[in-house]
């Protein structure tokens, strides 16, 4: 007989340890990695380990408390993402995401839908490009 008991994860084990990772992932201006983040925690005199990271960062994914991005080096990244349904715009030069509360594809998504016969319950659409910021810098 199978057992779930692992899904207990070991790394929410501490949770002061998984605040102050969960405050330190909401501290960064984009989605961090967790081999960035473990720097900015030791440069910030915290002392999780580097194997503690990653799995409190997976395990806090799973929960869905973080989103996961990619970095534009193609890591996985963290984010504290707002609640509810939205969408992102994701700049693919810098890895800054925006969150865009509204949703604007809903009528879309559900008449492409309905001509097909099919019965939506969720969709996702996130857009990539570059940034403001970088679209700027290229400039100058
Ligand atoms: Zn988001
Ligand atoms: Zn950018
Ligand atoms: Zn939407």
């Known amino acids: 007989m199978k057992r779930t008991v692992r899904r207990l994860t070991p790394g929410l084990r501490s949770t002061r340890q998984r605040r102050a990772i969960l405050e330190a992932v909401a501290a960064e201006e984009r989605p961090v990695s967790a081999q960035d983040l473990h720097a900015h925690l030791r440069n910030a005199g915290q002392s999780a380990g580097l194997a503690t990271v990653y799995r409190t960062l997976q395990a806090l994914a799973d929960s869905g408390v973080l989103r996961t991005f990619s970095t534009p080096a193609g890591e996985i990244a963290y984010k504290v993402c707002e609640p509810g349904h939205h ?14 509360p509204s949703c604007e594809v809903q009528g879309w998504a559900e008449g492409i839908a309905r001509k097909r016969g099919f019965a939506v319950s969720s969709h996702q659409a996130d857009i990539y490009g570059v940034c403001a910021v970088c679209s700027r810098r290229r400039r100058a």
Not at 87 to 100: M, Q, S
């Open 87 to 100: 969408h992102h715009l994701i700049c693919t030069r810098c890895g800054r995401v925006e969150e865009i």
